[in-house]
C-alpha cells in the first residue's frame, strides 16, 4: 500500500507557463547566441537552469515575509534568524548576506592571500572563482574512481582522505582552510558521508587548520546520510545536521537552495577575531550586521525555509522525485552521473554525443538541443564553466524545490527521450565573444 510518493503539499497561487513552439525557439535561441542564461523567463517552459531561489515558498514563509522587522538595527527578523541558524547549526557568529558568494567573498577576503592553497570535494564555480580573485589555487580532492560518471557510490561527494593528507603534510603553511562543499554539486549533487567529514575534521584539527563547509544543500545531503549511512538509520534529520557542523569551524551558505527562499545567504564562524573582520568587510559591501544586504522580511522567509528543508516527508518526496528523473532517462539509455544526486540530474554529454569534441562543447549543445526540442532550460558544467581543465562535459537538469509536479517531468522525460532518438544531428558550437570571469554566464556562441 501507499507505494506512490507524493508532493507533500497543495498548491495555493499558480504562476502560468507560457507554451512556444520550435520555430519560436529557433529564433529566440540564434537571438540569445546560444547561451541560455541570456534567455527570457517567459520564453523558457520549464526552467531546470537552477535549483537557486527558484523555489516555492510556503504559505509559512509569506506569512513570516509579512512579519518581517525593517528596522535598520537590531532587528527582531535578525534575532529570530541568528537563533535558528545557531540552534542548527551551532555556530557563533553569525553574518547574514545578500547570498552564497557574498559570504564566500568575505571569507576569503579575510583568510586567503597570493598563492594560497584552499582544497575541497569540489569548489563550485563562485567559490572557485572568490578563491582565485585573491590569487589563490582552488583544488578539488576527490578520489579518482569518482571522476567517471558511471561508476556508483553511496556517498560520491565524499573527498579523498589520502590526497588531503598528502597536500596538507607539503603545505599545510600555505593552507588557510579546508572546505567541504555538501552536497558536492559540482560532482553531480553528490552527498558526503558523515564518517567523511568526521575524518576531515580530524585531519584538519591535526595540522590545525580550519574546517568550513559549504552548506548549500545541507538538508538534502542529511537525508542521504540517514538513508545510506548505516548508524544514522534511526537519527533525525535534525540531530544529522547538528553533528554534521559540529566537526567544522565555520560554514558558507546559500540561502537560495536548502533555505527555500528566493534570496539571501550567511556566513558562521566560532572565532570572535575572524567575526570581527567579516563584520567589518560586511558593513563596507552587504550593510549593517544584523540584514547584511537583506530585508528584515527575507530573514525571516529564511529562518522558516530552513525548518522547512529538514522535514522527512520534504526530503522523502524531494529525493525520490529527483531520482525518479534520473531513473527514466537511464532506463531509456540516456547516460546520467550516477547514482542520481539530490538537487539535479546530470546528463554525461561526453557520452550523449561522442561525436562532439571538449572544445565544441558537448554539454552546451545538448542543452541548446533540450531547449529547442522542449523549451527545456538546463545548464552546462564543463569547458565552457570550467575551460580546458573540466573533467567532465555534464548537462545538469536542476530540480527548483517545490516548483514542479510530476507530469512536469514526464514531459521532461519525453522531450530528452526525443533528443537522444535524434542525437546524431546535434552540432558542437564556437565561442565568439567571453568575459573575463565565469565566462558561461555572458558568452556568445555560435552553431559550427
Ligand atoms: N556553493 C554552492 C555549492 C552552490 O551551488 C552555489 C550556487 C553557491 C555556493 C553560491 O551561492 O548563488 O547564493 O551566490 N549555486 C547555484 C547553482 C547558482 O545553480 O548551482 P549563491
Redesign the pocket.
Known amino acids: 500500500m501507499n507505494k506512490v510518493i507524493i508532493e507533500p503539499f497543495r498548491i495555493k497561487s499558480v504562476e502560468p507557463i507560457a507554451l512556444n513552439n520550435r520555430n519560436d525557439r529557433l529564433e529566440i535561441l540564434y537571438k540569445a547566441f546560444n547561451n541560455l542564461f541570456l534567455i527570457n523567463s517567459d520564453d523558457v517552459i520549464i526552467d531546470l ?5 527558484t523555489g516555492a515558498m510556503s504559505s509559512q514563509q509569506w506569512a513570516g515575509i509579512m512579519i518581517g522587522d525593517e528596522s535598520y538595527a537590531g532587528s527582531n527578523s535578525f534575532r529570530r534568524f541568528n537563533k535558528t541558524i545557531q540552534e542548527f547549526f551551532g555556530f557563533e557568529y553569525v553574518i547574514p548576506t545578500h ?4 559570504a ?1 567573498k568575505i571569507l576569503f577576503d579575510v583568510m586567503c592571500k597570493e598563492g594560497d592553497i584552499v582544497p575541497s570535494n569540489s569548489h ?1 564555480d ?2 572557485r572563482a572568490n578563491i582565485e580573485f585573491q590569487k589563490a589555487i582552488a583544488i578539488d580532492l576527490i578520489p579518482d574512481d569518482f571522476k567517471n560518471t558511471q561508476f556508483e557510490h553511496p556517498f560520491k561527494g565524499n573527498i579523498d582522505l589520502e590526497k588531503l593528507e598528502s597536500l596538507l603534510s607539503a603545505n599545510s603553511a600555505k593552507i588557510p582552510l579546508i572546505i567541504i ?1 555538501v552536497t558536492n ?2 560532482g553531480g549533487g553528490q552527498p558526503v558521508s558523515m564518517s567523511n567529514i568526521r575524518e576531515v575534521s580530524k585531519i584538519s584539527k591535526k595540522y590545525k587548520i580550519p574546517l568550513y563547509i ?1 552548506a ?2 545541507f538538508a538534502e545531503n542529511a537525508f542521504f546520510i540517514k538513508k545510506r549511512e548505516k548508524a544514522y538509520r534511526e537519527t533525525s534529520i535534525v540531530d544529522i545536521v547538528k553533528e554534521m557542523f559540529s566537526y567544522a569551524d565555520g560554514c ?1 551558505m ?4 536548502d533555505g527555500i527562499a528566493n534570496i539571501g ?1 550567511f556566513l558562521c564562524t566560532n572565532s570572535k577575531k575572524l567575526s570581527m573582520k567579516k563584520k567589518d568587510l560586511l558593513i563596507l559591501t552587504e550593510g549593517f550586521p544584523t540584514y547584511g544586504g537583506l530585508a528584515g522580511r527575507d530573514l525571516d522567509a529564511i529562518a522558516i525555509g530552513i525548518k522547512e528543508a529538514m522535514d522527512l516527508d520534504y526530503l522523502n518526496y524531494r529525493i525520490t522525485s529527483t531520482a525518479y528523473l534520473g531513473k527514466k532517462i537511464s532506463e531509456y539509455g540516456v547516460p546520467v552521473l550516477l547514482p542520481p544526486g539530490g538537487h539535479a540530474i546530470y546528463i554525461d554529454a561526453s557520452i550523449f554525443l561522442p561525436n562532439i569534441p571538449k572544445e565544441n562543447f558537448p554539454g552546451q549543445a545538448l542543452a541548446c538541443s533540450l531547449y529547442l526540442e522542449g523549451g527545456i532550460r538546463t ?1 552546462e558544467i564543463g569547458s565552457l564553466m570550467f575551460g580546458d581543465n573540466s573533467p567532465h562535459e555534464l548537462v ?1 537538469l ?1 530540480i527548483p524545490r517545490r516548483t514542479y509536479t510530476q507530469s512536469h517531468i514526464d514531459y521532461v522525460v519525453e522531450v530528452i527521450k526525443y533528443v537522444y532518438d535524434n542525437r546524431s544531428k546535434i552540432k558542437g558550437l564556437e565561442i565568439v565573444e567571453q568575459p573575463k570571469f565565469l565566462r558561461h554566464f555572458s558568452a556568445k556562441l555560435k552553431n559550427i
Do not use: I, V
Request: some cysteine.
Open positions: 537552469l537552477t535549483d537557486s531561489g547570498q552564497g558568494r557574498a564566500e563550485f563562485t567559490t562543499t554539486n559540482t559549504d548549500c544543500r558558507t546559500s540561502a537560495k537552495k545567504g545548464s545538469r536542476a
